[in-house]
């Protein structure tokens, strides 16, 4: 079956930095994409970053380009996402997902792709 869950949510001031890991388990990393999302309070859900099964294609969104870093570890089948210089606006629950497209170390890496695997979510809050 497969499986997402995130951690590494907290508090944060703005101007800080978190990291997030998205444990995955059930399949391989070399077979699908994974995205994050995020979701604030009233607004509508957005694509963050993503990385393909290949490993070497990502995609950010251009709110947080230059700022997060997306990567991941095939042996731990674990996915990161690096936040830095952190501002209020990022504040949101963080989703990592996996588009439903099974192709093996592909550069397809969409934040439009209708059907995905999810997690639950972790909070991220930035605020003084």
């Not at 997306?70 to 990161?80: E, G, T």
Request: hydrophobic share 30%.
């Amino acid at each position: 079956q497969l499986q997402l869950r995130e951690s590494g949510g907290g508090l944060v001031q703005p101007g800080g930095s978190l990291r997030l890991t998205c444990a995955t388990s059930g399949f391989s990393l070399e077979y699908y994409a994974i995205i994050w999302f995020r979701q604030a309070p009233g607004k509508e859900r957005e694509g963050v970053s993503c990385i393909s099964s290949s490993g070497d294609f990502t995609n950010y969104a251009d709110s947080v380009k230059d700022r997060f870093t997306i990567s991941r570890n095939i042996d731990d089948d674990l996915v990161y996402l690096q936040m830095h210089n952190l501002k209020p606006e990022d504040t949101a629950v963080y989703y990592c997902a996996a588009p439903k497209v099974r192709q093996f170390r592909s550069a397809f890496c969409p934040f439009g792709y209708e059907e995905h695997y999810w997690g639950q979510g972790t909070q991220v809050t930035v605020s003084s």
